[in-house]
């Protein structure tokens, strides 16, 4: 290109105003529901009475006959959780201290639509009769399940703010031009949905029906938006 032509090119550039852009601000929630594909259940074994030992000793020995009954039942992933012993004063006269110590048993079963299995509620039926504490049952989502809903979240919150972005475009007399920023915040899954707190002992098998999870993503965009009088 000659310096003749290079000077027009760059008047020309200069010449041309440059088209003015509103930055479009937005934000959705996503939300989709999924079935959970996993029963669980929390119980927690317990014991209190004057004598750290012997309360450590008879956890420790439900904890083991639990964990025991709980493998045999095919399909079922047992674990524990922390492990606590402490002392306790009673509001007495005179006061009194006992000591209580307890640890967390946590079952997983895969499950459609996370109904358990009558092997597992009775398992817990069991559990309960040796004096575990039944907490929590009810269903929850694996890890590809989880993730699964969670880009179905994200994908309906994109949804939300093209519609979202169209419309204010729409409103100023615009059309919607680049994505510039683009921010995806999608939360965990909550964790098991609760269908009930036995603490009976010597009850019958629990039930349980849990409903579906619902999987939330936080997505926000700056969108430019662009006069429709520009080229």
């Known amino acids: 290109m000659s310096r003749t032509a290079s000077i027009a090119l760059l008047l020309a550039l200069a010449a041309s105003p440059a088209v ?3 930055a479009l601000r937005i934000g959705a929630t996503g939300e989709a529901p999924a079935a959970p594909d996993e029963a669980v259940a929390a119980l927690t074994a317990q014991a209190t009475g004057p004598d750290a030992a012997s309360v450590q000793a008879k956890v420790n020995a439900m904890m083991a006959k639990a964990l025991a009954a709980s493998r045999v039942v095919p399909g079922v992933v047992a674990t524990t959780g922390s492990y606590d012993a402490e002392p306790q004063t009673l509001d007495t006269q005179p006061p009194k201290t006992v000591y209580q110590a307890s640890q967390p048993l946590n079952l997983v079963l895969p499950a459609k639509d996370g109904l358990p299995p009558a092997a597992f509620t009775d398992l817990l039926g069991r559990l309960q009769q040796q004096g575990l504490l039944l907490n929590d049952l009810g269903g929850d989502l694996s890890p590809q399940a989880r993730q699964a ?3 179905q979240a994200v994908l309906a919150a ?5 519609a979202q972005a169209a419309a204010v475009a729409a409103q100023l007399h615009e059309r919607m031009g680049d994505v510039k920023t683009l921010n995806v915040n999608a939360a965990p899954a909550p964790g098991p949905q609760p269908l009930m707190a036995m603490r009976a002992m010597a009850a019958p098998a629990p039930v349980s029906a849990p409903g579906n999870i619902s999987v939330t993503a936080d997505v926000t ?3 430019e938006l662009t006069p429709l009088s520009a080229p």
């Open 158 to 162: 994109l949804a939300q703010i093209q």
């Open 149 to 151: 809903a969670q880009q």
């Open 20 to 22: 003015a852009q509103t």
């Open 221 to 223: 965009a700056e969108v």
